[in-house]
Structure formats: structure tokens, C-alpha cells
């Protein structure tokens, strides 16, 4: 068998920590480990470098920055559609070769490639007894998970998984597992079987969730169990508590000592269960908890918006906000985090089409203690409904008062724009140039300054 050289080692260090060696080139890759000091050490540094490396992934936006977001593509791009050249046509192939040679070589660059491996996954195999495999390949103890790759025990296999954060996982057979998400974000998806957590050293900026096909279980406390038969899902808790997230979008806490069915829940719904959720400021003292079950509704909130399910984000937002008064002695995170759902149920009834009710839950953000940049989002996206159903006094009030709740905002000029716009369809010439002129003087060169000017110097036009 050919030895690896020292570099044909570097090659391979991320591959060997995946676990996407060939059992020939493994026993290579390791026999020359402990044979060379010098790769040895690069190996140890690699393996405590990865996991950090692939965690460090920035979180995701909220959903008023993501509407900022948006607004802003659509500014820059009008602005270079304005600003374009007119194009010659005798360098119509310039750009065409250009693109030809670029195309040639990423298919160049591509040809022969092997598709991309699933990601590193976050835990790894302690234990194992009986038939278990990852993927399509037999696990071994020590062996890392990828992400997405299903875990298949048979029915006399028993497999113990510890997590990077710590948390220790048991899986017994017959079950199928798939780890998703990141360190941060656990989420476990149990297919069938039986699975034991013990969760521990979480910090309030990371979740740890176990998803079955009826239920989510949001761990708030440390041991439990979650099992999946034809019936639904039983979870049962044995130290701590954990939150029960069912798919019609109730919730249900479950402390030590108690067990939840989501068969028999589904089958009572005039009698809830005696595990039914109380008030977050009775059932969850701790602020902590209270906010990390905020953030926990307000992700699943924005991931349902973002799938296209309005009304399964409005349950999610309605029945987290009914569980307690967010704002009572829990200081800014949890303050915060209850604005970010009055938010989130405005843009869900927004998305789902019930524009009046929108329009009321955009104006309740309007009040002194949120933050300055919610309430210009909010009544800015207000007026855009009452504009274009025709509201028009409506709309006119809410740009003008989006400019004086913000008058630095992000959304500052789209809502003097706004008001310029109502102003001028209302057929208040006065009003309108007036917009104009304050439209010039604090953005002299913005995308509406050709309108505005003509505004400004000769009244509106048809």
C-alpha cells in the first residue's frame, strides 16, 4: 500500500473530519498521522478549527430588515436603470464574447467535478450497539454526522451522539434520525423511534429542538424523551421543561414528571390537556426561558412567512403573544423580541391578503416605547395599503407622520416620496409642491428628482 506524503495528509485534513474518506485512503491517512509530529499537529488544530469555522454564520434578518432590504434593491436598481448609457451598436460583441469566454470556462472548471458533500454535521457518534449507518455507510464510534444525512438504527441498535454544545443524544432502534441546523440552532428531526435528550450548557442565544411530523419539542429545561408511533408523538420529561409546538399552531408546556400525547390532544380539543399552556409569567419565571421562547415563535413565524403560509405564522405569533405579557419585568430582550411579533403579525396579515386588519395591527406600532425605525416601517407600509385601496387621506397622514417619527430613517425618502405622490393625486397642488421642494433640497439627485422638479417649478401635470 503507497504511503501519503505530507501534503497529500494537508489535502485530505477536511475530508478526514467529515468522515468522507475511503476506508483504503483512512487507513493511510491515519497511519501517516501517527507516524508524523508535524501532521499530527496541523490534523489536532484543523479538527478544533472546523466546527467554529461553519458555525460562524451570521443570523438571519427580522422582518423589518428584511423589508429594508428589499426596498433598497429596488432603489438602487431603478437608479442604474435611470443612469444606464444608451448602448452602441457596434460593441454589441463585446459583452457576448465576454459571456462566451466566462461560460467556457466555468464549464471548463466544472467538468469531471464531483457533486458537493453534505455539510459537517455538529455531533458524533460515542457509542453504538447493533446495525446503525449514516448515509448509506456503516457508522463507527467517533465518527462525525453529517448534516442532513439520515441516522437508520435497526431494531436491536442503540446509538449515543454527543453535540459540539455539549448535549448528549440517545437514539434506540428501529428509529431514523436526521440532524438539521447548525450548533447553535439544534433541530433533530425523529422520522420514527425513540430518542433521549440530556441538554445542557445552552446559552440564551441558542435553541435545541426535536421535530417530529405533528410536533416541535423547544427544550427549555434538560432530560426528556420524545417518541414517535402511528398514534403521534409522546413526550415525556424528566428533569426541567420543554415546550410542545404542535402543527395547528397550539403549544403545549410540559415540566418534569409529565408526559404530553399529541394523539390524545388532538382527539379532545373542548378538553385540554392538563399540561395546556399557562401564562408565560406563572409557567416560565425565568426571563430567559421567556425570551428564548419569544425568539423560538418569532423564527418559526418568519420561516412560515417565508414559505408562503400566512395563517400558519398568524397562529404561531397569536397564540406566543397570548401566552403572557412579554414586557413584564424582563428587561429589553424580551421587550424587543414581543415588538418583533406585533411586527411579524402585521406583515402575516399583510401577506395574507386581510388588508384592514393589517392596516390596524401596522398603526398599533405606533407609540412611544417602540423603537423609531419600527414605527417609519410600520406606518409607511400602512400608507402604501391605504394608497393603493384608494384611502387616500389616510395614507397622506401616515407618510407624513413615517417622516416625523424617523426623520433620519432608512425609509425617509420612499415616505416623502409617498406624501409628495397622495398629495398630488388628492389634487392639493400646494401641499404637493411643497413635498416637491423638501424632496430637492434634502435629495438633490434622488430617483424622483426630474418629478419633483417639475412639480416644484410648474404645478402638477397630467
Known sequence: MTELRCADVEARFIDAADGRLEPADS????????GCAACRERASLWTSLIPGLRQAVPPPPDAMTARRMQIEVERQVAKR???????RWRAWWVPTVGLAAAAAVVLWMRVGQAPPASPVGYAAVQTLHGAVTVGDRPSGAAGRVPVGQPIVLSADADAQLALD???IVRARGPARVVFEGNARDVAIRLVSGKLEADVTHRRPDETFAVVTA???????GTKFSVAVAASGSRVEVTEGRVAVELADGRTTLVSAGDSFDSGAAGDSEAAPPATATPPLSTAATDCADITRSCQAAARAGRASMRGGDAE?????VTEARRAGNLDAGCGGGARACED?????HAEALNQA??????VGAYRALDRKSAPSAMRQNALYAAAQIERRTGRLTAAGADFERALAVAPRGALYEEALLGAMETARAMGDDARARAFATRYLAEFPRGLAAPAAKRL???GPRP
Open 214 to 220: 405533528d410536533a416541535r419539542v423547544v427544550v427549555r
Open 456 to 458: 416644484a417649478g410648474d
Open 353 to 358: 391578503g386581510r388588508l384592514d386588519e393589517a
Open 165 to 167: 454544545s455539549g448535549a
Open 312 to 316: 400558519r405564522a398568524l397562529r404561531i
Open 81 to 87: 436603470a435611470v443612469a444606464a448609457p444608451a448602448r
Open 27 to 34: 487507513v493511510r491517512f491515519h497511519s501517516h498521522i501517527e
Open 340 to 344: 418583533e411579533l406585533r411586527y411579524l
